[in-house]
Nanobody, 125 residues
Framework: VQLQASGGGLVQDGGSLRLSCAAS????????MGWFRQAPGKERVFVAA????????RYADSVKGRFTISRDNAKNTVYLQMNSLKPEDTAVYYC???????????????????WGQGTQVTVSS
C-alpha cells in the first residue's frame, strides 16, 4: 500500500481543515488506518485511527471532540476533518496503514506497516 497525504495548509486559530490520504492498491479496505502528527522538535504521536469498515474509531485525548476520522473504501481514501484548530495542532500530519486486525485500534508507530509522506498543518494565533 502506498499512501499520499494532502490537504494541509495555514489556518487561523479556530479554523478548520480536512486532510486526505489516498491509498494505492486493492487491499486498502483490509487495512486499519491512522493519522499521526509530529511537531517541530517532538516525537511523532498518535492522533486518530479507524477500522477497516469504518465502524470503529479511536482518538487521542487532545483532539477528541474536534477531529473526526472517516474513510471511503470505494475511493481508497481516509480523511481527517479538523475543527476548532489550535496553535498547538501545528505539525506535520502523517497517515499510516495497519494490516493487522487490532482491538482496540493501534496507537503505536510500530504497529503501522505503511506510511505516507506527511502534510504540513500550521495554525496561527
Amino acid at each position: 500500500v502506498q499512501l499520499q497525504a494532502s490537504g494541509g495548509g495555514l489556518v487561523q486559530d479556530g479554523g478548520s481543515l480536512r486532510l486526505s490520504c489516498a491509498a494505492s492498491g486493492r487491499t486498502f479496505s483490509r487495512h486499519e488506518m491512522g493519522w499521526f502528527r509530529q511537531a517541530p522538535g517532538k516525537e511523532r504521536v498518535f492522533v486518530a485511527a479507524i477500522s477497516w469498515g469504518g465502524d470503529t474509531t479511536r482518538y487521542a485525548d487532545s483532539v477528541k471532540g474536534r477531529f473526526t476520522i472517516s474513510r471511503d473504501n470505494a475511493k481508497n481514501t481516509v480523511y481527517l476533518q479538523m475543527n476548532s484548530l489550535k496553535p498547538e495542532d501545528t505539525a506535520v500530519y502523517y497517515c499510516a496503514a495497519d494490516r493487522t486486525y487490532r482491538r482496540p485500534l493501534a496507537v503505536g508507530l510500530r504497529d503501522y506497516d505503511f506510511w505516507g509522506q506527511g502534510t504540513q498543518v500550521t495554525v496561527s494565533s
